[in-house]
Antibody
Framework: EVQLVESGGGLVQPGGSLRLSCAAS????????MNWVRQVPGKGLEWISA?????????YYADSVKGRFTISRDNSKNMVFLQMNSLRADDTAVYYC????????????WGQGTLVTVSS | EIVMTQSPATLSVSPGERATLSCRAS??????LAWYQQKPGQAPRLLIF???IRATGIPARFTGSGSGAEFTLTISSLQSEDFVNYYC?????????FGPGTKVHIK
């Protein structure tokens, strides 16, 4: 059974940093692109980042987070990370880790999400 | 970046009736289009990818169609659990982008 479990969310002050983690199991982690998607409570979905299969593989970002967020993965531990710096109030959202399909980056499995609140 | 739009924003349908949701891309995305369903308090669920391919376990009442820049999700006979939010997403170009969503509610 595929499982994705996010952790690391919480309350942080504007300008602060936070590192989200996603532990993956139930599939061959090294074979799949991994995505991060966020959602402001009550609002729509926003894709924010993806990383290709190899540790240190190609990474992609939404303009809204480029230069502030960094995605990485550790294939030896089946984990993906999102380092978030220079956080702003509009980064407040539930952050989902999602596994891509083998053939394209659409997401077929999602974690339960972790809430990040940026507030003073 | 490719901008996705969805219409209508809200759709009122009676149980058992057909629902037709539209998604438009600001430029061609070929068939690189997915549809997701999201129930309150839950993570999204992939319904359709490749514009028309049902994901594993998705009932046959969900049908995706279209290509290029115009797409449609049809739910043939709405069940009670279908009255939730739906999002389209293009994955033809980075950054990936979602549409703003359509909320389907009971008429």
């Amino acid at each position: 059974e595929v499982q994705l479990v996010e952790s690391g969310g919480g309350l942080v002050q504007p300008g602060g940093s936070l590192r989200l983690s996603c532990a993956a199991s139930g599939f061959t982690f090294t074979n799949y692109v991994m995505n991060w998607v966020r959602q402001v409570p009550g609002k729509g979905l926003e894709w924010i980042s993806a990383i290709r299969t190899s540790t240190g593989g190609s990474t992609y970002y939404a303009d809204s987070v480029k230069g502030r967020f960094t995605i990485s993965r550790d294939n030896s531990k089946n984990m993906v990370f999102l380092q978030m710096n220079s956080l702003r109030a509009d980064d407040t959202a539930v952050y989902y880790c999602a596994k891509a399909l083998r053939e394209n980056p659409a997401s077929d499995y999602w974690g339960q999400g972790t809430l990040v609140t940026v507030s003073s | 970046e490719i901008v996705m739009t969805q219409s209508p924003a809200t759709l009122s349908v009676s149980p058992g009736e057909r629902a037709t949701l539209s998604c438009r891309a600001s430029q061609s995305v070929g068939s690189n289009l997915a549809w997701y369903q999201q129930k309150p308090g839950q993570a999204p669920r992939l319904l359709i990818f490749g514009a028309s391919i049902r994901a594993t376990g998705i009932p046959a009442r969900f049908t995706g169609s279209g290509s290029g820049a115009e797409f449609t999700l049809t739910i043939s006979s709405l069940q009670s659990e279908d009255f939730v939010n739906y999002y389209c997403q293009q994955y033809n170009n980075w950054p990936l982008t979602f549409g703003p969503g359509t909320k389907v509610h009971i008429k």
